[in-house]
């Protein structure tokens, strides 16, 4: 049995729902974050922050998934945000292929300017509610020779 956790929580996390990676997302947020369960906030949609990043072709997903950014840092001035995409996103995928006709970049380049533009749509976003962020990107990439789930880190913010 679990008792309310009256902690304030040191993060927000934003990733993708894809089973496959779960257990690589929950080893990588205890082991090399330093968070565990319940000392961050889990924002967890198909996608990670791809709804951020097409809001003038898919201007619904745009405003529900600011809304709820809004929401949880007027809510919570967490110290860190952590944003991570991964590899083979089928929801990348599927949002690509339905933008084709304004998009040319490959998925895995739009992935990664997408996180560089979703960690300054959310600073502004904190920073309207007086908080100053640590940013911190991330991609996770399916080692070749083992299959094993690596995280590489994107930019420094
Ligand atoms: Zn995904």
Do not use: W
């Not at 990670?48 to 007027?74: D, W, Y």
């Not at 860190?80 to 949002?95: D, K, Q």
């Not at 309207?128 to 930019?155: C, N, Q």
């Amino acid at each position: 049995m679990a008792q309310l956790n009256l902690e304030p929580p040191k993060a927000l996390i934003i990733h993708c729902g894809d089973p496959r990676f779960q257990k690589a997302f929950r080893e990588f947020k205890s082991e090399k974050l330093g968070l565990e369960e319940g000392q961050y906030i889990p924002l967890i949609v198909p996608g990670s922050v791809a709804s951020l990043c097409v809001g003038t072709f898919l201007p619904k997903n745009l405003k529900i998934m600011r809304e709820q950014i809004e929401l949880l840092l007027k809510h919570y001035a967490t110290e860190r945000i952590i944003l991570i995409n991964h590899e083979g996103c089928r929801s990348y995928g599927a949002m690509v292929a339905k933008l084709q006709h304004v998009l040319t970049s490959d998925v895995n380049a739009k992935q990664m300017e997408d996180l560089e533009f979703a960690a300054g749509l959310i600073r502004q976003i904190s920073q309207r509610y007086g908080a100053h962020p640590k940013v911190e990107l991330y991609m996770a990439r399916v080692r070749k020779e083992d299959g094993e789930i690596v995280f590489e880190r994107i930019g420094v913010g």
